[in-house]
């Protein structure tokens, strides 16, 4: 549902950074018709993400560096869309091999996210991969990605200790189960 303001109206937008991933922009916004105020919007082309579960139903997950935060995070595979009109399935696709070494002909929608509404557009798609096919890890040169696999429960174990953090694979992992555990 998209539902507009009859009190709010843009007025400008300015760009104020392209970046490789992100455009930073500056909105003049109009509020009641009576003043103006200055936000921060954030243009993402978007990602999407994938909870690759193997036959045995544990769930391939990536270890990686994270410059933001200046740790390592354990997450889903993920990735951005090449092109804003790219179809958020395949984009998922080329993750999951590009960063776990397996493909999945079977990619099921599962939910979709806005990760940071306040001042980001940025949309990512999730799936579920199933019937994981062995192929090969196509890591960008500046991606150092350890795979590894948990259950359900033991990852559950780590949102709730506080070790996953990551917004889209908290809440994916808990959509995956609530969606399929006690249809497995």
Same mark, same amino acid.
């Given at each position: ?36 105020? !200055? ?44 092109? #804003? $009109?790219?179809?958020?399935?395949? %984009? #998922? ?12 002909? &079977? ?12 001042? %980001? ?7 579920? #991969? ?7 890890? &196509? ?12 259950? !359900? ?23 995956? $189960? ?7």
């Amino acid at each position: 549902m998209k539902e507009k303001s009859e009190k709010i109206k843009r007025l400008n937008r300015e760009l104020k950074f392209k970046g490789k991933i992100i455009d930073f922009y500056q909105d003049t916004m109009e509020i009641n018709g009576d003043h103006t105020v !200055i936000w921060d919007f954030i243009k993402h082309k978007g990602a999407a993400a994938v909870v690759p579960v193997r036959d045995d139903g544990k769930i391939l997950m990536v270890r990686q560096y994270r410059n933001a935060l200046d740790r390592y995070t354990l997450e889903i595979p993920a990735g951005a869309l090449d092109e #804003a $009109d790219e179809p958020g399935a395949v %984009c #998922a696709a080329r993750e999951l091999e590009e960063e776990t070494g397996y493909r999945s002909e &079977h990619l099921e929608w599962l939910i979709n996210l806005r990760t940071t509404v306040a001042f %980001c557009n940025e949309k990512i798609e999730v799936y579920v #991969a199933k019937d994981l096919i062995p192929s090969k890890q &196509h890591l960008d040169e500046d991606e150092f990605i350890e795979l590894q696999a948990y259950t !359900i429960d033991e990852l559950k174990e780590k949102i709730y200790s506080g070790e996953i953090e990551d917004a889209k694979t908290v809440s994916s992992l808990l959509a995956y $189960d609530v969606k399929y555990r006690n249809k497995e």
